[in-house]
Every structure is written in structure tokens, then in C-alpha cells.
């Protein structure tokens, strides 16, 4: 079991990581901003398993 700092950690890189996520989300559907599309999708799957296994860090800390 993790310490109440470590959760807490994991807490805020959940937050972080989903601030992450919508910025990237929204920067893929902007059609304003040429940017490399393929890039951003690639960014958002990666932060999406990211968030995945930084919620089963925290779904095993509370086991």
C-alpha cells in the first residue's frame, strides 16, 4: 500500500494528465492551428495510457 503522499501524488498527475488531454484534444479539432495532426493523436494516446495505468497505480494504493 502507498503512503497518503504518494496517493496524493498520483492524484495531481491524474489532473495534470487530464489538462493535458483536453489541450491536446481541442489543439486536434482546431482548424485554425496547422499543426502536425498525426503528432497531436499521437500525444493524446500516449497521455491517454498514462492516465490508464496512473489509475491503476491508484486503484491498487487503495486495495
Same mark, same amino acid.
Given at each position: 500500500?502507498?503512503?497518503?503522499?504518494?496517493?496524493?501524488?498520483?492524484?495531481?498527475?491524474?489532473?495534470?494528465? &487530464?489538462?493535458? +488531454? !483536453?489541450?491536446? /484534444?481541442? #489543439?486536434?479539432?482546431?482548424?485554425? +492551428? /496547422? *499543426? %502536425? &495532426? =498525426? &503528432? @497531436? =493523436?499521437? +500525444? +493524446?494516446?500516449? #497521455?491517454?495510457? !498514462?492516465? *490508464? %495505468? *496512473?489509475?491503476?497505480? #491508484?486503484? @491498487?494504493?487503495?486495495?
Amino acid at each position: 500500500m502507498l503512503d497518503k503522499a504518494r496517493i496524493e501524488n498520483l492524484y495531481a498527475r491524474l489532473e495534470n494528465l &487530464k489538462i493535458k +488531454i !483536453e489541450f491536446y /484534444s481541442l #489543439l486536434l479539432h482546431s482548424d485554425k +492551428i /496547422s *499543426t %502536425d &495532426k =498525426q &503528432k @497531436a =493523436q499521437e +500525444i +493524446i494516446d500516449a #497521455l491517454l495510457d !498514462e492516465f *490508464t %495505468d *496512473t489509475q491503476r497505480k #491508484l486503484a @491498487a494504493a487503495k486495495v
